[in-house]
Structure formats: structure tokens, C-alpha cells
């Protein structure tokens, strides 16, 4: 069902049994994101804080399991929509379908296209022309992130000639009453649009809506091709039309029903200014850099306006539901428009959703792993994926147990790993180069006789191998000690007992897999800190690159957590929250991998 307002969707979820009422005053900063953290990681409830210190309660964790990801969907579980989207394309593409059918579906279509209305809407019921961003309750997340950050922000922007309009979800810090930074990343339709208006010579409008249907929120996330309306796509979830009104200081439009509109615009001739550090989506901190800054002329609301916010960090957190819906959601169309021999696609909440993709086909020739591999490296936001990884025959691939084992009984080292470099997302810091680094291909696939034939000799794997062996490098006692241990292991004669051997820092707990595949995901560079030992046997350094004696000139990012006296004042105030049982803070284990207390590791010039 469509909502007006996240106010609708709240009374849903509290109907439902989704939802925590905290009376009790939590601080904005560090406070609440250390309670949102305990209470994502235990799957629990959607948190509405009603005392923020300022007139709005705040809304966090709305997407953060099943059943409220299909409520903010419309009450259908993602597949559902997989079906509908699957059955429209089919209509629409069909050789064979009757114009009836077509006329139908394009009817369907026009139905869900967003449409611009007169007057004011919801949004716009108070209008405050001299803004003061400090009336909202924007959280400062981790303690060493530069600010407080708007993390749920819908930003609007549209093209200077081509009228094209896009909505992204890029985080803002904020600057000052008047200004934030506006993260827009290299790769990203806002940073394009803004290239087009610095070439223009003019100022480029800037609008940001928060909340309204949760199904905006999704959609702007969603990984649509650029020029593609994202309120299109929000329209068909929700089986409605999104109305927009236009703004009341820029000629941009947003929805009629959206909780909070700030508005302004972003000046291409300023100078830039310096955003971040922020706690990231990955579990590390991305580091500082420059960026435009955005100028508010308008915040507008509605009478009973609600903040949306959501914290990231060490996975899993919010988004890996986002994710979710993103895995089936976008099924279908991979399938008929690139890929038919798809059958299903899952992004690990370890992988952070570009680190690590595992892709399932229905596989009817030699080679066509490797053809997939090939296909999806290319296209588009796919082509951040650092780790891909194919498979096919009966195999789960969210059974991970099922899934190690099957792709290492399928897979020669030697002949099915593809390496590669290209584009990485901006946030990667395991490269040496900025947003461009190493890639994997490993082609997991039951083999055809054909590909079993190789140029030469195949090792045999021996029956007594066992499947991985991870080992911990203290690289705190002497410089150079991961280099070591990479050559003790390379001429040790270990790979005669183990198909996988990694390495990762003394700190990781090593009887924690989620915590060690997090890691090496995160910390690997595959052209650098892969080598393969034998068609049996591979090694990966997934330790830190940074630092003791280590050529490694970038920056290197902490780990995020919680610091020690928010974690304190939390456990104090943990009774009158609300929330349940006494819930541990998930950075107590996180906080042994910190290094130096600070977002990053200062490298030396070598």
C-alpha cells in the first residue's frame, strides 16, 4: 500500500508489532547510532525516537529485516515484484505478443509515471525561507567521523540541457546552519550532472527530500541506468503514481508527500570544501576528501514531518536488506536484457555488496562461466564488484558452507581464476590506486569434458586436503612480517594439506568467519595478494597493507566502532530505552582491530 508521509508507515509498523517507541532523550550524536547498532545486529525492531532534542522524532532501522522490507514494499515480499517486473518485460519484448496485450501493458505503465501537480503539497505545509539546519536531528554516527551526516538523503538534480532529472542517495555533512557537503561520488549521475552545469558557467539547483514512502527511499537507491526516473520505478512498487510539486526557492520537483524538502544549490565556480571522514557501509572509514559544498535556501516539512536516518558500518546493517530487495528486484531484468542464463544473484552482507557478487547460470557450454565473468565486470554499477563469483548445478548459494565447497570442488586454481584490473567504487582503500584496482573472476561452474581437457598436466587434488587453513600475522612486532609469513607459507609444503590459506592480522578472531571473510574482502587487492600455489592451493594476504615496513603509499582507513564512553553511557541508560533485554554493543569485539585510535593509519612517503 502507497504512504502519505512516513507517519503512515509508522502506524503500519507499529501495527504490525515492527516498531519501538523510545520516550526517553537520546543524543544525536554517537548515542543513537550506538542503540541502533545493538538493536540492527539482533535483528530487532524499527526504533522511533521520539526525543531528539529538537520538534522532529527520528526513524531508523525501517528496512532492517524481511517483514519490514516487504511492508515499506507494498506488503510483497521482493520475489513478488520480481514476477511483475519479469512478467512486464516478457509483454513488452514478445515477438509474439497481440497488440492488445502491449496497449495493456503500456497502459499499466503510464499509470505509474510521476506526474506534477499545482499548489503545495505535504511537504510544503511549513515553509521556512531563512533555514537553520541545526533544527533537525542529524546524527553524528561514529566518533570520528568529521560531523553529523544526513545518511537518508534523496537528492534531486537535473541535467542543463538534456532536462534529464535524477535522484541519488549521497551522504551530507553538515557544514554549517546553512551548508553541507555533498558527497556525490566520481562514478555517480549527480557528479555528471554537476560537470555539466560547472561547463554550463551557471549554478546548479539542488533539492533533497527525506522520507515520505518508504519506497522512494529504495528507489533512489536502486541501481537504475542513468536517465532512467526513479519515481518511474517507485510508482510500480507502490502501484501508484508519485506526485511532485515544485519547490518554492529552485524550479526542481520532489514529491508532494515527502516529510522534510531541503532546498538550495550547489555553486560549480566554489571552491570545494573538505567532507568526511565517515564510518562507511564498508566497516572502515572512507577518508576525507574534497567536495562541492550545497547551500540551503529553504527547508519546507510537513505538520507532522519525521526524520528517516540509518547508520553503516562493520556489516551487516540496514542496507544489507536494501540489498536483498536489490537481488531480486533486479533479477529479471538482468536476465532478459543481458544474461538469460542467470538463475539467481546474491550479494554477501561480508562483501559489503561490491567486494564479493556470486552469481548463479543455468550452464549449457564450456566456457560460458568465464563468458559471464566477462559480461558482468562491464556492466554497469556491476563494475565495482571486486570478487565475482559463478557457479552452477545444485548448489545454494546463500548456503555458504555448500557454496565453499562446491566451488572449490569445481574449481582448478590455475585455470579458472580470472584476474583483472579496472573502475573500483571510491570507498575501496585496498588499492593502491584510487577507485581503480584489482579484480577476480573465479569460474565456480561444473566443468564440461571439454574444459576438463587442459594444455597441461592437472594437479590431482589429494583426498587428505582439508579446505582452508587461516593464520594470524602480528605484524605490530617486527616490519615486513606479512611479507614473511607469505613466504613461509609459499615454500612451507602447507599447501600439500589445505586448498585455501589465508592470512589476516593478529587482531582478527579467527574462529569468527563472518568477522574474517569481512576482512579479507575488504583488505585484498586480487592481483596483489593472491598467489596461486598449485591448481590445488591458493594463498591470500588479507592482512592491513599499511604501515610497518609495507610499500603501500595511499592511506589506510580504521575499523568502526563505538568509542568507550558512549558504549558506557548506553549500557546505563539501556533500562529506560524500551528496547528489550540488555543487548551487549557489537564494537567490544570490533574494538581490538582499531589501530592508533584514529579514522586512519598515516602512511609515510617510502
Known sequence: ?????????????????????????????????????????????????????????????????????????????????????????????????????????????SGYMPSKISGKGICQHVVNRDPDLSVLPVLKCWPYDGGRFITLPMVHTIHPESGKTNVGMYRMQILDAKSTGMHWQLHKTGANHFEAWKAAGSKMPVSVALGGDPVYTYAATAPLPENIDEYILAGFLRKKKVKLVRCITNDLYVPADADIIIEGFVDPAEELVWEGPFGDHTGFYSLADWYPRFHVTCITHSRNAVYPATIVGVPPHEDAWLIKATEKIFLAPLKLALLPE?????????????????????????????????????????????????????????????LFSHVLENTSFRHDLIFTSGPLDILDHSSGTFAMGGKLGIDGTVKHEQE???????????????????????????????????????????????????????????????????????????????????????????????????????????????????????????????????????????????????????????
Open 1 to 109: 500500500m502507497p504512504f502519505s508521509g512516513l507517519p503512515g508507515f509508522i502506524s503500519l509498523l507499529e501495527k504490525k508489532g515492527e516498531l519501538i517507541r523510545i520516550k526517553a532523550f537520546a543524543n544525536p550524536v554517537l548515542e543513537i547510532s550506538e542503540i541502533a547498532d545493538r538493536v540492527v545486529k539482533n535483528n530487532g525492531k524499527a526504533l522511533l525516537f521520539e526525543n531528539t532534542g529538537t520538534e522532529f522524532p527520528l526513524l531508523i532501522n525501517a528496512f532492517g529485516s524481511d517483514a519490514r522490507l516487504k511492508l515499506a514494499l507494498g506488503e510483497r515480499y521482493p520475489g513478488e515484484i520480481t514476477e511483475d517486473i519479469k512478467n512486464l518485460f516478457l509483454t513488452l519484448t514478445s515477438g509474439t505478443a497481440s497488440p492488445v496485450r502491449s496497449l495493456i501493458s503500456l497502459a499499466r505503465i
Open 342 to 402: 542467470i538463475e539467481d544473484m546474491h550479494m554477501p552482507s561480508p562483501g559489503a555488496a561490491h567486494n564479493l557478487v556470486i552469481v548463479k547460470i543455468n550452464k549449457k557450454y564450456q566456457g560460458q562461466g568465464k563468458k559471464v565473468i566477462s559480461s558482468l565486470l562491464g556492466t554497469g554499477q556491476m563494475m565495482f564488484t571486486k570478487c565475482l563469483i559463478v557457479v552452477s548445478g545444485n548448489v545454494d548459494i546463500r548456503d555458504y558452507g555448500q
Open 452 to 606: 576438463l581437457l587442459r594444455e597441461t598436466e592437472t594437479e590431482t587434488v589429494h583426498p587428505n586436503y582439508r579446505q582452508y587453513k587461516i593464520a594470524r600475522v602480528n605484524q605490530s612486532e617486527f616490519a615486513g612480517a606479512a611479507e614473511k609469513s607469505r613466504r613461509e607459507f609459499m615454500n612451507s609444503g602447507i599447501q600439500e594439506s589445505y586448498r585455501l590459506i589465508i592470512a589476516v592480522d593478529h587482531s582478527v578472531d579467527i574462529t569468527d568467519l563472518y568477522q574474517v571473510a569481512w576482512q579479507v574482502l575488504g583488505n585484498t587487492d586480487p592481483q596483489r595478494d593472491i598467489d596461486i600455489i598449485s591448481d590445488a592451493s591458493i594463498y591470500i594476504d588479507g592482512t592491513i597493507k599499511a604501515g610497518n615496513g609495507r610499500k603501500f603509499r595511499r592511506k589506510w582507513p580504521n575499523v568502526v566502532c563505538s568509542d568507550d564512553d558512549t558504549i558506557k553511557r548506553i549500557d546505563h541508560l539501556w533500562d529506560t530505552l524500551g528496547c528489550g533485554d540488555f543487548i551487549e554493543s557489537p564494537s567490544l569485539k570490533i574494538k581490538k582491530l582499531l589501530r592508533e585510535g584514529r579514522d586512519e593509519i598515516i602512511v609515510r612517503d617510502i
